[in-house]
């Protein structure tokens, strides 16, 4: 099993940068796909962004079609951390944000979310 916490959210003014923090349990930790989901109030839960392994022992990421260009996922396996680095945020970026951890798309370890917000 793992256990994941997220840290670094807030409030920032549009166009501005925050850098969220997945801290992860657990000796697999390496082995995990490991997502960022985002939910805005009144609205369904989306993916933001995803680091997973590759053929090769590769880690790749990817991203939803709004944020790419804008944010970056990086992974620390040493640290058992995952970040998502957000820049030129928008007022619609406002969420909380959750990391997840799982295999081959399913994520089953959930973090309690943190909030971020963004004003106009």
């Known amino acids: 099993q793992v256990q994941l916490v997220e840290s670094g959210g807030g409030l920032v003014q549009a166009g501005g940068s925050l850098r969220l923090s997945c801290a992860a349990s657990?000796?697999?930790?390496?082995?995990?796909?490991i997502a960022w989901f985002r939910q805005a109030p009144g609205k369904e839960r989306e993916f933001v962004a995803t680091?997973?392994?590759?053929?090769?022992?590769?880690?790749?990421?990817d991203y939803a079609d709004s944020v790419k260009g804008r944010f970056t996922v990086s992974r620390d396996n040493a640290k058992n951390t995952v970040d998502l680095h957000m820049n030129s945020l928008k007022p619609e970026d406002t969420a909380v944000y959750y990391c997840?951890?799982?295999?081959?798309?399913?994520?089953?370890?959930w973090g309690q979310g943190t909030q971020v917000t963004v004003s106009s």
């Open positions: 680091t997973r392994w590759s053929r090769g022992r590769v880690y790749y990421a």
């Open positions: 997840a951890a799982g295999y081959s798309g399913e994520f089953n370890y």
């Open positions: 657990g000796r697999t930790f390496s082995s995990y796909d």
